[in-house]
């Protein structure tokens, strides 16, 4: 899917800036914090 696809390569971009945008809700944070961790395990 190009959607997801997109949407890994911009949780990656904001992982690699090492922290969260403070504009995400509560909710969001807790996704991309999964996201950032998936991305770190898919990188092993």
């Known amino acids: 899917r ?3 696809d997109a949407s890994i ?5 904001w992982a690699s800036r090492g922290a969260s ?6 909710l969001e944070k807790t996704t991309w914090q999964f996201h950032r961790w998936y991305a770190e395990r898919m990188q092993l």
Not at 9 to 13: L, P, R
Not at 21 to 26: D, E, K, R, Y
């Open 9 to 13: 390569a911009v949780q990656q971009g």
């Open 2 to 4: 190009e959607d997801t």
């Open 21 to 26: 945008p403070t504009w995400l809700s509560p």
